[in-house]
């Protein structure tokens, strides 16, 4: 029978509407038969009304959107609408991301075991183009529409994440922010990014690189497991593009196609943390060589930035100097107390007023820091650092144990305690400000090459009078 039943409510199952009665063969069952008729109208009409509004939304946005479209773009994203199967907007494409991501690795596990997927992979593929395509083609409304109505950001100041977090919000709000409010916004907006990203793809919330680094290795462990039985590494599931999962057991290729979409998961989210590392260094070190550096240096520096800088103002090599001798205090006592109330419970994120307090206490590197600039605060008692550092190890043992039940093989990412100038003096050590500033010296050099040239082609010219020019 088509039918299902559940012991759950209606609006445990997300349904809108009245529920219906038992009919039974009482002297009630006509009155039961007419009240269960009209629910029903009733769920359907709100399903209608539902859908009404979504369609309205989506005109709203439609017409939000095209306001900053010429009509040559209005055309093109008419055209990706239809090859995407979905109405063209910025959170929309997020999630057409996600839905390819995952229709990728499906058609990646069912081809390894054998399938045809050449069919479903031409169609992976003409959506994968028409996707890449129309985010470009966002990239560019977008930058066109911050400079359009938020003409006082300095657009260089500001990742492609963020302007386009900024545009979806002045979209669902249907109004353009006020000067006040923008930076408000893009702070609270550059905190959660990450988080916002990776969700697109996954359920679990951003920790750390180390973290990720973790996961892939368990994963790739518990690969080898079962493929090291029969000489495979995991390389070669690349290299025969997952064919050998033919040669394993139902049970078997079960374990190694969730451990290998789990593999594929966290690559993504790395390819999603490094492009967001990389654009807040180049924002505050337009210099610098971030090839040179591992991706734990370049977290750190992150977290560096996240709380000391949130602007993302550019930082010569005499400021970070500066801040790295003598790092300037970021929170009043009274601040101090108020982030210390909310580690151990006592207050809600909601009663914060200071918003870049309330950045620093959803991010964990920055925690600590917050933490050690406390401990320095000569009218905060040590009962009160020990208190919260109590607060927090529970709240970190909780959230261990968690992640020790859901994934087997876990490996934690522990955080030392450390104050902001020991923080800031481990960190930016001579290599690593090297490499901050190492394009700014090439240049240098490449001056000094330039005059050099020009003074000995000088010194010839003056030789030959003139001949050698």
Known sequence: MPERISEKTLEEQGIDGLPTQHVGVNRNKKRRQEYNDLAIQNRSDIAKL???????NNEKRVQTLQRHLSLNEKKVVANFSRELH???????????????????????????????????????????YSLENANRLMDKVVDRTMKSIYPSIDIDSVTMAEKRELIKETDSENRIFSSEEID????????????????????????????????????????????????????DIERSKGLIIQDFNSDEQDILKRNIKDFETVNQ???????????????VFPNIAKDQLSMVEKEKIYTAIIFTNPDLKTISEKELMDIVENPPTQFSTRE??????????VIK??????????????????????????????Q?????????????????????????????????????ETTPAEYMKNLFSNTVTKFLYSKDTKRQHDLKETEWEMEKKKRQNEKTGGRGM
């Open 50 to 56: 539902k859908n009404l509004d979504e369609k309205i």
């Open 86 to 128: 979905t109405f063209i907007s910025l959170e929309n494409i997020d999630d057409k991301q996600r839905m390819l991501f995952n229709w990728k690795n499906s058609i990646l596990i069912k081809q390894a075991i054998g399938q045809d997927m050449n069919e479903q992979l031409v169609k992976f593929n003409e959506q994968k």
């Open 184 to 235: 408000t916004r893009l702070k609270a907006i550059r905190a959660d990014i990450l988080n916002k990203q990776i969700l697109t793809f996954t359920k679990r919330p951003f920790t750390s690189w180390l973290m990720l680094e973790n996961q892939q290795a368990t994963t790739i462990k518990n690969v080898e497991n079962i493929i090291s039985q029969k000489g495979y590494s995991f390389a």
């Open 269 to 283: 989210v790395k390819n999603v943390v490094e492009t967001q590392y990389n654009g807040v260094l180049e924002k």
């Open 336 to 345: 101090h107390r108020q982030g210390i109330s909310y580690l151990t419970g």
């Open 349 to 378: 994120i909601e009663d914060i007023q200071n918003q870049h307090l309330v950045r620093i206490l959803k991010n964990d590197g920055a925690k600590q820091l917050f933490v050690g600039e406390a401990t320095k605060d000569p």
């Open 380 to 416: 905060i008692s040590s009962d009160e650092i020990e208190r919260v550092k109590k607060a927090m190890q529970q709240s970190r043992e909780k959230y261990e144990n968690y992640r020790k039940d859901q994934l087997k093989d876990y490996q934690s990412v522990n955080y030392r």
